[in-house]
C-alpha cells in the first residue's frame, strides 16, 4: 500500500485531501463509493478514563459537578477520592468533597442505591463516613447515587443511625440525598424536603 498523508483544505475542515506517492484525492461524500454511507470509525477511550469509567469512577465527578453548578457565586472548592488515616490505617474513605464559603460537603457515590450489599455492611460504612465527618468538621454527608432514589431500607438505616447518634450527644453533619447522578440530579434531605448548597 502506498505512503498515505492527509492534508486539510484549510478553508473547510470537512474536505480533507489525501495524497499518496502516485495521486491525490479528496475525501469527499461524492467521490464515496455506493451506496452512500459514513464510513466506519473506531475510537478508543484513553486508559485512564476507561479505568475511571469501569470503576464507577464518573459518579463522584457527575456529584461535584452538580454541586458547583448549584453553589452560590459558583465558587467551591473540590477534591475527589480521598482517605482518613490514622497511625498509617486508612479508616474511611470518600469519594468527593466540596467546600464553599460556608459549608463543606464531603460524600459518598454510588452507582447502585444503597451503600452496601446489606444491612450489617451499610451500618458499617455509615459509621464509617459520619465519623469521618466528624473528624474533618464536615457541616454535610452527601449520598449520592444515579439511581432515581435510595432504597427504602437503607434510608431507615441511616435515619437510625442519626437519631442514635443525636441521642448519645455526638455532633451529626447533615444528611443531604443527591439522587439520579446523570439524569435529572435532585438534591434532598434525609426527610424528603428540598435542599439548597450554602
Not at 106 to 126: I, Y
Amino acid at each position: 500500500m502506498p505512503y498515505l498523508r492527509v492534508l486539510s483544505s484549510g478553508r473547510d475542515p470537512s474536505a480533507l485531501r489525501l495524497q499518496t506517492l502516485r495521486q491525490q484525492q479528496r475525501a469527499e461524500q461524492q467521490r464515496w463509493k455506493l451506496p452512500l454511507e459514513e464510513p466506519q470509525w473506531y475510537y478508543e477511550l484513553h486508559p485512564a478514563v476507561a479505568e475511571l469509567l469501569t470503576n464507577d469512577g464518573n459518579y463522584p465527578l457527575l456529584a461535584t459537578r452538580h454541586l458547583r453548578s448549584q453553589a452560590p457565586a459558583r465558587s467551591a472548592l473540590v477534591t475527589q477520592e480521598f482517605e482518613l488515616v490514622d497511625q498509617g490505617e486508612a479508616y474511611v474513605e470518600f469519594d468527593f468533597a466540596v467546600a464553599t464559603l460556608d459549608a463543606l460537603y464531603v460524600g459518598e457515590a454510588k452507582k447502585r442505591n444503597a451503600l452496601a450489599a446489606n444491612a450489617r455492611a451499610t451500618k458499617r460504612e455509615l459509621n464509617k463516613l459520619l465519623e469521618g465527618s466528624r473528624q474533618l468538621g464536615a457541616t454535610h454527608l452527601v449520598l449520592a447515587t444515579a439511581a432515581s432514589a435510595w432504597k427504602e431500607t437503607m434510608l431507615a438505616a441511616v435515619k437510625e443511625q442519626v437519631h442514635g447518634d443525636l441521642r448519645a450527644g455526638k455532633s451529626t453533619p447533615q444528611i443531604v440525598l443527591l439522587t439520579a447522578l446523570g439524569t435529572a440530579p435532585a438534591l434532598t434531605t434525609l426527610d424528603g424536603s428540598p435542599f439548597a448548597v450554602e
